[in-house]
């Protein structure tokens, strides 16, 4: 079983900058299980952001974050985070971390592994 908990939510302003980081345990992230992030604000539907695949390690990112957000993640603590620069209004949502074991995940069913989630607030 893996266990993702995520840290570093908090409540900022427009153009401000916030790191999200994902502790995973049970399995070594990127080396046998697929990233991403996601976020869902209120009345809206799950969100994918950003991504990264098992073993390549290639990275992949929503449109409406490339450039802003970058995923990375360290193998030695077996964690993910999530660099958000140049926050938007928009970016307000709960964020999750998520793990898969295919390859290549296409959606957010093909996740099988939550966290709990970390609501950011971004305000103007």
């Known amino acids: 079983q893996v266990q993702l908990v995520e840290s570093g939510g908090g409540v900022v302003q427009v153009g401000d900058s916030l790191r999200l980081s994902c502790a995973a345990s049970?399995?070594?992230?990127?080396?046998?299980?697929?990233v991403a992030w996601f976020r869902q604000a209120p009345g809206k539907e799950r969100e994918f952001v950003a991504g990264?695949?098992?073993?390549?390690?290639?990275?992949y990112y929503d449109d409406s974050v490339k450039g802003r957000f970058t995923n990375s993640s360290d193998a030695a603590k077996n964690t993910v985070d999530l660099q958000m620069n140049s926050l938007k209004s928009e970016d307000t949502a709960v964020y999750y971390c998520?793990?898969?074991?295919?390859?290549?995940?296409?959606?957010?069913?093909?996740?099988?592994?939550w966290g709990q989630g970390t609501q950011v607030t971004v305000s103007s």
């Open positions: 049970g399995r070594t992230v990127t080396t046998n299980l697929s």
């Open positions: 990264i695949t098992k073993i390549v390690r290639g990275t």
């Open positions: 998520a793990a898969g074991t295919k390859l290549v995940p296409l959606t957010h069913k093909d996740y099988e592994f």
